[in-house]
């Protein structure tokens, strides 16, 4: 049901979108065909993530919490603090074709998903040649080349690709896109004239788009935490201008409410990586080199390469920027000028509101908003103030789509942004690394049973992952106490030995203790012989040791689901329960008024 300024596009319109967004994808990956795979800041340690998901699927592991062989083998929770879409989708793709092709798919079908949200976006409040520009734009925008070519931030890319069907329904939520009555219809009786109900069709047009934008929402938060974080803060600044103009907490309230149920959708991950943090070094994410104060827009530090990089991306902000209000000043009065009267004022709050986003992104890359950045929870671990650049490209394609729907010279805007996206990718391309021997490395490492590099954020509590061994067995026989050294000859038989379950019986002439290639953490349950006990550590590290008595010892090893967790689950159910109940509630919404 169309609003005062919204068009439905026809199936037509979107398959004409769906194509012209894949060919620009297309396009985007064409380098990886001739040079090999752009090997960006990120790339091993979402390409491990995929390999390790996909190796526990074949183990019986549909969710994985554990990462079996990060740290060479003694693991991580890595995917209890990571969002799992992009290592889901990672791993589902390198499960059906070959692992070399994965991310390239990867990052057609996403980059195709971010033209079709743009191309909503912009069909909401243009036409729909302006639209297809829109998505074309947002599809290869300067931030998304810079993250699939220099960065390989395969889960930021995922999560930002729907920021404008997000902010989208964001502005049906907030009311500054309103869904219009539907038109009196007449029923089979010529004597009685049958009509909407036009409050009840609001209402369940209400529930309807809260509960959809919920469940974008929550995929932003499952596919990236940074991105969550701005998108959390964007929406909030645009439910707060939507309040203002309209003079109402209305707006701000129903946005509150949306964020709410979004967040309750995402509790599974959510509750269990908040509180979790206290069991690893989560402070090693603000190391030196990730602060914000070292990432505003040209900055220098002492890293000649952190700083060589900080420029690039500083660079290529600016452009976003310069584009961005240019064509904010070219579309607008031209939208004004052809819009009917009764839509000019919604028309002017939602360009308002693209507005205030894109100024408030650009500004947050200032170092003049560090105070904002030490202030508001959880900001600082966006990390990079260059990052909302994602929140300034939708305000990018937002106003190119607004100019060229109301340009009478399009072919300039074409040409210029043609230019534009083809000289900021060539050079991109030019500095980045192209490397097609990281997943075979990768593949083959964990085949050998060395796994790769872990994560110091994700390093438990009381280990120093640099001080383990990069080659260890999976079980090493130790001596009852440190200091007797004799180590009895007790013989080890593994029975299971999963990311999730390890087994073992020993047989010992003697007490001894037995130190499994695995790291200490609390969701760990150790049993001997059907008791539980609290593993023992190695010096320096939270390499977990197991003592046992003389004679035949069953050691039994398992990573249980915490109350943290379950929490997380009911929470989540009992928001999907809520989203469902209104995406499916249907008022009659018909009320019978008698006539002749």
């Known amino acids: 049901m169309p609003n005062q300024t919204e068009v439905q596009p026809s199936r037509n319109e979107w398959v004409w979108a769906l194509g012209i967004c894949l060919a620009v994808a297309l396009l985007i990956v064409a380098p990886f065909f001739v040079l090999g795979i752009a090997s960006g800041h990120d790339f091993e340690f979402h390409a ?14 549909l969710f994985p919490r554990w990462t079996e062989w990060a740290n060479y083998g003694f693991g991580e929770p890595r995917f209890i603090f990571y969002p799992p879409l992009s290592w889901i989708l990672g791993a589902a793709l390198g499960s059906v074709m070959p692992w070399n092709a994965a991310p390239v798919v990867f990052i057609v079908l996403v980059q195709t998903i971010a033209g079709l949200c743009a191309f909503a976006l912009g069909r909401a409040v243009t036409s729909r040649g302006g639209a297809l520009f829109g998505a074309v734009c947002y599809a290869a925008n300067p931030y998304a080349l810079l993250v699939i070519y220099m960065r390989s931030d395969f889960a930021e890319q995922l999560g930002t690709a729907f920021f404008p069907l997000l902010l989208l329904l964001g502005l049906r939520v907030s009311g500054i896109l309103n869904e219009t009555p539907e038109e009196p219809r007449y029923g089979s009786d010529p004597g009685r004239t049958v009509r909407p109900n036009p409050v009840g069709a609001h209402l369940q047009n209400q529930n309807r788009d809260m509960a959809w934008f919920a469940v974008v929402f929550a995929v932003v938060w499952l596919a990236n935490a940074p991105a969550g974080v701005m998108a959390s803060y964007a929406l909030a600044l645009a439910f707060a201008w939507a309040s203002l103009s309209a003079r109402s907490f209305v707006p701000g309230l129903r946005g509150a409410a949306g964020l709410a149920l979004g967040l309750g959708l995402a509790a599974f991950y959510l509750v269990p990586a908040a509180y979790e943090q206290r069991w690893v070094s989560i402070e090693q994410a603000l190391a030196s080199g990730l602060q914000p104060g070292q ?22 902000a600016i452009l976003l920027v310069v584009v961005t209000g240019t064509a904010a000043l070219l579309g607008h009065g031209k939208a004004a000028e052809t819009k009917p009267a009764s839509t000019r004022e919604q028309q002017e709050s939602v360009w308002g509101a693209m507005l205030v986003l894109a100024a408030a992104g650009t500004l947050l890359m200032l170092r003049i908003t560090n ?18 650049m994602c929140v300034v490209a939708v305000g990018y394609a937002f106003f190119l ?30 500095q980045t690394w192209w490397d097609s021997e990281d997943v075979p490395t990768l593949r083959a490492a964990i085949a050998s049973g060395t796994g790769f590099d872990g994560t110091d954020e994700y390093d438990p509590r009381g280990d120093d992952h640099y001080d383990l061994p990069g080659k260890s067995p999976a079980t090493t026989v130790l001596s009852a106490e440190e200091d007797d050294g004799v180590t009895p000859k007790a013989e080890v038989r593994i029975e299971t030995w999963t990311a999730r379950e390890k087994r073992l019986r020993v047989l010992s002439p003697r007490p001894a203790r037995i130190a499994l290639r695995l790291l200490d953490y609390p969701a760990w349950l150790v049993e001997v012989n059907g008791r539980r006990i609290v593993p023992q550590h190695a010096e320096d590290t939270a390499q977990m040791v197991v003592p046992i008595g003389a004679g035949n010892s069953e050691l039994r090893v398992v990573f249980v689901r915490t109350w943290d967790r379950t929490l997380g689950i009911t929470v989540t159910l009992v928001s999907a329960a809520i989203a469902i109940g209104m995406l499916a509630w249907k008022l009659h919404g018909a009320r019978e008024i008698q006539g002749t």
Do not use: Y
């Open 295 to 316: 990432n505003f827009l040209f900055t220098a530090i002492d890293d000649p390469e952190h700083t060589w990089f900080n420029w690039i991306a500083s660079g290529v």
């Open 401 to 430: 789509a607004c100019a060229f729907g109301r340009s009478r010279r399009r072919w300039i805007l074409i040409t210029a942004m043609a230019a534009l996206s083809v000289g900021i990718a060539r050079e991109l391309v030019q």
């Open 371 to 388: 105070i904002f950045w030490s202030l508001l929870p959880k900001l600082r671990f966006v990390q990079f103030p260059w990052r909302w």
């Open 48 to 61: 491990a993530s995929w390999l390790d998901a996909a190796g526990q699927w074949k183990e019986g592991i």
